[in-house]
């Protein structure tokens, strides 16, 4: 049928466009406005998702508001989108931005979808910029998460914020009958060389990827002096 031809040249646009350009690039700006027309004129759900996700990878401070809207949309990607875009927005220059940003983000932390929560979460990675009693707190309560994935974003960004305290959470979660790999990664990131012992005891029984595991074992091993 026409429309659906029409709707996958849109799609097939809006592809092209997410991948012309990104956020250092000079045309960045242009595509996300292209996008942005396109994304209001369209009604397709599959469509409007390509959209997003080309908005996303131009990463224009242009699509937060569009964001803003779909932190409450009823489809869970479109929420997953959100976070995505909300997230390279965090930490903004243009202070305005940042505390519109900031003050959605928390609440995608609570989303019921694990994906969502999971980007939410790890918005707040290394933003030591960004802080406030909301955004602690909000990440406070995914640090016994279901989800390991969303556990372990939560506990890296409150480690970046300097919070003591998780470097424990990551050692009791590398001392575990059942490891996720997102800890080893954790591990890596806070280079904290009080989680060498788990990871050295850890390295007899992983079954995973082992050059991760050694990559976190270098980052927490003090570097010995000249």
Do not use: N
Not at 28 to 44: S, W
Not at 56 to 77: F, K, M, V
Not at 173 to 202: K, M, N
């Amino acid at each position: 049928a026409a429309g659906e031809g029409d709707e996958q040249d849109t799609i097939l646009a809006a592809d092209i466009l997410g991948q012309f350009d990104g956020p250092t690039k000079p045309r960045a700006l242009e595509c996300a406005r292209i996008l942005i027309r396109m994304y209001q004129a369209e009604t397709e759900r599959e469509t409007q998702v390509s959209i997003l996700y080309g908005l996303y990878h131009c990463g224009c401070s242009l699509a937060i508001p569009i964001a803003l809207a779909c932190s409450r949309h009823d489809d869970a990607e479109f929420r997953y989108l959100s976070a995505l875009i909300l997230g390279m927005h965090a930490y903004d220059a243009r202070r305005w931005i940042s505390r519109k940003v900031i003050a959605t983000l928390p609440e995608l932390t609570r989303d019921p979808d694990s994906d969502v929560r999971d980007w939410a979460c790890f918005a707040f990675h290394d933003k030591k910029g960004v802080d406030s009693a909301e955004i602690r707190a909000a990440l406070e309560a995914r640090i016994s998460d279901s989800d390991p994935h969303v556990r372990s974003q939560a506990i890296t960004s409150l480690a970046s914020y300097g919070d003591r305290r998780m470097i424990e959470r990551i050692q009791l979660e590398l001392r575990s009958d059942q490891v996720d790999p997102t800890f080893i990664h954790a591990a890596e990131e806070s280079g904290s060389p009080e989680l060498l012992p788990a990871l050295e005891e850890l390295r007899s029984r992983w079954q995973g990827d082992l050059e991760s595991l050694e990559a976190a074992i270098r980052s927490c091993t003090p570097e010995q002096p000249q």
